[in-house]
């Protein structure tokens, strides 16, 4: 069992900026990939961004050359460095592991940007 929780949500002005963490606890072997998806009212959930242990990444168009993901595989901690934020980029921001092709998934945290 994984048990994932995420910080560093919260209200930003549009181009400011925002970190999230997203630390894995628990009882668990090995975690592959790690990342965030985010949800805005009204819109299906949709990948962020997503990184492996062994620091591939991906991103969605949208946050490419915005938003950095990052991790600390010591720490089993995922990051999400978000610059020049967007008022579309306003959603609740869940993280998630893989681990042994099981995916478990933090409670979500809220980030607001305003225009």
């Known amino acids: 069992q994984v048990q994932l929780v995420e910080s560093g949500g919260g209200l930003v002005q549009a181009g400011g900026s925002l970190r999230l963490s997203c630390a894995a606890s628990?009882?668990?072997?090995?975690?592959?990939?790690m990342g965030w998806y985010r949800q805005a009212p009204g819109k299906q959930r949709e990948l962020v961004a997503a990184i492996t242990s062994a620091g591939s990444t991906n991103y969605a168009d949208s946050v490419k050359g915005r938003f950095t993901i990052s991790r600390d595989n010591a720490k089993n901690t995922v990051y999400l460095q978000m610059n020049s934020l967007k008022p579309e980029d306003t959603a609740v921001y869940y993280c998630?592991?893989?681990?042994?092709?099981?995916?478990?998934w933090g409670q979500g945290t809220q980030v607001t940007v305003s225009s």
């Open positions: 628990g009882s668990f072997f090995s975690i592959n990939a």
């Open positions: 998630y592991a893989d681990e042994r092709f099981v995916d478990y």
